[in-house]
């Protein structure tokens, strides 16, 4: 008699343990209110692609640190799915300020990982899951908000206020450092496409503009809204640049709360790219004081909008 196949049906090296497919379940509802967000706040930036980026990146982060970490096969497994979910979901909400037309759009910091936390405590709590541990519901906890950023004003950048924390989760640890990780693990070209997409999501009033052409004759057409748009562009470039420096400057302090044994090739094989000769390369070819057009050719927009 044909029947549909349920999971007990499946090898046993092939079905879900309850943990597994707990977090599986958690994920797919992540997934579909994620999906509700870009849909609805038009976005660029934090869509499946970037949380295809966390993962790998967090994934190369985990598997570097598992020698040093000195736990079980078992505990090793739990963390690696606590990881993945945590990735999955933390972008899950996002909430932006009221801002007047023409002007770049913001979070205000925690804001978006907060409601994040709340929506996904209150499906776990109304969905029940047994083995889901309140030390592993601490854990997602703590991965989510570990990724707030703050501002730094004299270093005139963002950075993770938690990776100062000595008694972060490991989890958490891992998952901030991937989410901030294009530069130092990818390298200048992920790091200023990244940057392409976050301009586009925080700026979509330009987009109608680059999608039919008229920002290429706005000079001609509007020449306030023009310079609005070049100082916008030139204040992402300039962003661009300290951001990169700073992540020079914290990322031994950060890497430090990490176990001694991974330290080494956490720095020199994972974050490889945060050298002083990264750094000098992106200031010397990210413009600072362009017109509008070779600002345009810099971000490469069409690339990321056809």
């Known amino acids: 008699m044909n029947r549909n196949v349920q999971q007990s049906d499946l090898p046993t090296s092939l079905a879900l343990t309850p943990i597994a497919d707990c977090i599986e379940r958690i994920k797919r509802f992540a997934l579909q209110e994620f999906d509700r967000q870009i849909q609805r706040h038009q976005l660029y930036y934090h869509t499946h692609d970037h949380l295809a980026q966390v993962q790998r990146r967090s994934q190369i982060i985990f598997e570097t640190l598992c020698?040093?970490?000195h736990k079980s096969a078992v505990e090793l497994s739990q963390m690696e799915r606590l990881l993945d979910l945590c990735v999955i979901?933390?972008?899950?909400?996002?909430i932006f300020e009221v801002q007047p037309q023409h002007t770049t759009r913001k979070r205000t910091s925690g804001i978006s990982e907060a409601a994040t936390i709340d929506c996904l405590v209150d499906y776990i709590h109304s969905h029940p899951c047994e083995p889901l541990t309140d030390w592993d519901q601490s854990t997602i906890r703590s991965a989510i908000a570990a990724t707030i950023c703050a501002y730094d004003a004299t270093e005139q950048a963002i950075y993770q206020p938690a990776l100062d924390q000595s008694d972060l989760p490991?989890?958490?640890?891992?998952?901030?450092?991937?989410d901030l990780g294009a530069l130092g693990m990818d390298g200048i070209a992920m790091y200023n496409r990244e940057g392409s997409l976050l301009f586009l999501e925080e700026n979509p009033d330009v987009i109608p503009m680059l999608l039919d052409g008229a920002i290429h004759q706005l000079e001609i057409t509007d020449a306030t809204l023009a310079k609005n748009i070049q100082q916008r562009l030139l204040k992402r470039c300039h962003f661009q640049i300290n951001f990169a420096k700073s992540r020079l400057?914290?990322?031994?302090?950060?890497l430090a709360k990490f176990p001694v044994a991974a330290i080494a090739p956490l720095r020199?094989?994972?974050f490889q790219y945060l050298t002083p000769t990264t750094i000098q390369t992106l200031e010397a070819t990210t413009p600072t004081d362009s017109p509008l057009d070779e600002l345009l050719r810099f971000f490469d927009f069409d690339r990321y909008l056809h």
Not at 89 to 94: N, R, T
Not at 249 to 254: L, P, Q, S, V, Y
Request: net charge positive; proline share 4%.
């Open 268 to 270: 020199h094989q994972v």
């Open 170 to 178: 490991i989890v958490a640890r891992i998952l901030a450092l991937a």
């Open 67 to 69: 020698p040093a970490l």
């Open 89 to 94: 979901a933390h972008d899950m909400v996002q």
């Open 249 to 254: 400057r914290r990322i031994d302090r950060e």
